[in-house]
Nanobody
Framework: QVQLVESGGGSVQAGGSLRLSCEAS????????MGWFRQVGNTREGVATI??????DYADSVKGRFTISKDNTRNTLYLQMESLTPEDTAMYYC?????????????????????WGQGTRVTVSS
């Protein structure tokens, strides 16, 4: 069982930056496929993933602006977000899949993730 707690969301102007954190407890995340998702309305989009071997993947909409990373010693997942636009406004969730990302990256279905945080809201104003 993994508990995930996100933090770092907030309000920022377009062009600004935010760093989201996801602190895990209950189990080490080092061997999980970890992902960041965002949700607007009923639509949940995979934003970035990082596999146990450190391989990352990004949605096209954030490629070059967002960076996913993890610190296995702190059991924490991060999402560094740069050059934010109003289109990045959403509730952001971290999730853990007790298996590899299997080379699918952000194409892994949200249903494949067993553990979710409560979310942190990001609002970007123009």
């Amino acid at each position: 069982q993994v508990q995930l707690v996100e933090s770092g969301g907030g309000s920022v102007q377009a062009g600004g930056s935010l760093r989201l954190s996801c602190e895990a407890s209950g189990s080490t995340i080092s061997w999980y496929c970890m992902g960041w998702f965002r949700q607007v309305g009923n639509t949940r989009e995979g934003v970035a993933t990082i596999d146990s071997d450190g391989i990352t993947d990004y949605a096209d909409s954030v490629k070059g602006r967002f960076t996913i990373s993890k610190d296995n010693t702190r059991n924490t997942l991060y999402l560094q977000m740069e050059s934010l636009t109003p289109e990045d406004t959403a509730m952001y969730y971290c999730a853990a899949r007790p298996a590899s990302c299997a080379g699918l990256g952000t194409k892994v279905s949200p249903y494949e993730y067993s553990y979710w945080g409560q979310g942190t809201r990001v609002t970007v104003s123009s």
